[in-house]
């Protein structure tokens, strides 16, 4: 085990994955000498050649487009989209090309799609948004979004070993300030699967990426006895686990950073009140940013982007009712 | 290392080789006949109510499509368009499965999953289109950025119509195979019209121009003309497997039917069509085939009865195959695992008189030698 922050994990998960698999390689917009827009690819050209740190043009429908024709043929191309806003401009081959191919044509696309996502530092309405949403309404997509970096690594491997396409999520206001302890070498935690970070028995918080460690502060602070359900991938979404986690507290409080509506929050909501009816004591209920896009001044974007005060808050309402 | 692109004039240079045998020959003229005949065959099952959706063809642009992809060894890798039924036939589909596709059957190439031409045979080495146009081009390119990494003499090829070339996908598509010199061939076809829109609305300058912009040769060649078609095809995969980088080749064609069944053509001028139609690649084949290469009438006659016969069969056998069973419609989303595409047919003699099955993997995976300079050591000379 080694003290990694998330960017240290992610990047030790590829670098891993690039040394022991020749056909994995990483594209991108100024990944190759610079090392990326946030360095996660520092030092990569240097140990693995402009070859498979592919600088590309501005052009992510490109960058898309040949990760699927690269994956087709027996690559493993991880790209990385410089924002996760960014992958608007690459959004058809994604989700018409790459996500469709296998239901389509049995052919398989293995490719990986990195996406710094998330607010909180005046990135603005074009730096800042939690995309996720788009990706699980676009069948043939998974989806996945760690909050520590011990999975920021493990889901990263599993994400370039899958043989589809996988939007991977890495929030981009826990890439420094989480640190965590994180296995050396090979190291993977497979898609699908939730992960309890903390245990209780009266409420659940069901998160993930940047709301785990929102709630987990939150739950320290208010000392209550809070389950906090860390979702790690959204598409497959771990059902299970969400259930037995809300059959056991009988409270649910949904989190995330993303916008409210059909979000991961009203995935989630119905899945529970769906299955797991009998088992509420509480109204479901949602902590998300409102729909509007993600303003730039400082108090603006925490006016709209959850906080510490907001979770503890909504946590005492479900706890009292 | 040297980015120059050749010029026209140079590609140009290098055709005129006669590549082709007798046999080469009647396979051109058979593989065209076959797409017309499964064509108007398609047609008449839309007619009787047997094709969901509409009926789109590719009547008048057989040459195009045939005569590019007959360049193709078996492990080269091609994205097919919905005007390029012939190319699906060269790879080795068989009508019956096309026509099943079309009619939504279990024995289509999609099993149902998908549409009229919205497939291709991964076991066949194609992979087939969307119908956002042209983000082909963009997979094809990517295709060719595994065969340039890894060092190995293949090429992939996939077509456009002109219309497509107004789209952004194109410029990017063109602009990333330009800077890394990749292996691919991009077959234009312009057919005219994009759906009911002229060229003078699509673009100012012909596209073709544009290639040396990318940095690469752009050729214009006569679309109806199978044997021109196939030269240009061919030098310019044969400069995609030395590592010489991409060509567009612009073949002007004209497409003869609607967009799809339901559209009556009211925009096309009645001569333009009368134009083309003296100029049917087909007939202006065997003409060529009789008067310059020495075929008899009998012999044409025997391969326009042998195609129609197989065509009847192959309509048979689409009509009894049976509709998918719907618990399939939830099936496949996700793939379990990796698979390989196969290899496609590749009936040019070139590939079953050699050894060389179109671009055997090197040993040594990983074998680039740096950017944009991929050396390939088994390439053939034109």
Redesign the interface.
Known sequence: MAEMTYLQAISDGLREEMRRD??V?CLGEDIGAFGGAFKVTDGFMEEFG???VLD??L?E??I????????????KPVAEMQFADFIACGF??LV??AG???????????MVVRLPSGGGFSGGPFHSQNPEAWFLQS??L?VVAPATAEDAKGLLVSAIRD??PVCYLEHKGLYRHVKGEVPEGDHAVPLGEARIAREGGELSVIAYGSSVPLALQAAEELDEDIEILDLRTLNPLDADAILASVEKTGKVLIAHEATRSCGVGAEVASLVSERAFESLDAPVRRLTAPDVPIPFSPPLEQSVLPQLDDMKEACRELLAY | MKLEAASASRLLERTGTDALTRADRALLLRHMLLMRLAEERGLTLYKQGKVPGSFYDGRGQEATCVGAAFTLGPRDRMCILHRDLGAHFVRGVTPDRYLANYMGREGGVTGGKDGNMHFGDRELGCVGMVSMLPDMAQVAAGIALSFKMRSEPRVAMTFFGEGSTANGQWHEAMNFAGIHRLPVVFVLENNQFAYSTPTELEFAVDPVQRAKTYGFPGVSVDGNDVEAVFEVARVAADRAREGEGPTLIECHTMRMHGHGAHDDMSYVPEELLEEWSRRDPIELYVRRLTEEHGFEQPEIEEIRSSVASYVDECAEKAVASPMPDPGIARDGVFAESWEPLGDGEAPWSRWSATEDQGGTPHNGHHASNGHGDAVVEHGRAA
Do not use: W
């Open positions: 020749e056909a390689f402009a070859d498979r590309t043009p052009a429908n490109m898309i487009g040949a990760c699927v024709g690269a994956a087709i043929e027996g690559m058809d081959q018409n090309v469709k191919l296998h239901y389509r044509q049995g052919v398989s696309v293995p069948p043939g998974k043989p589809n």
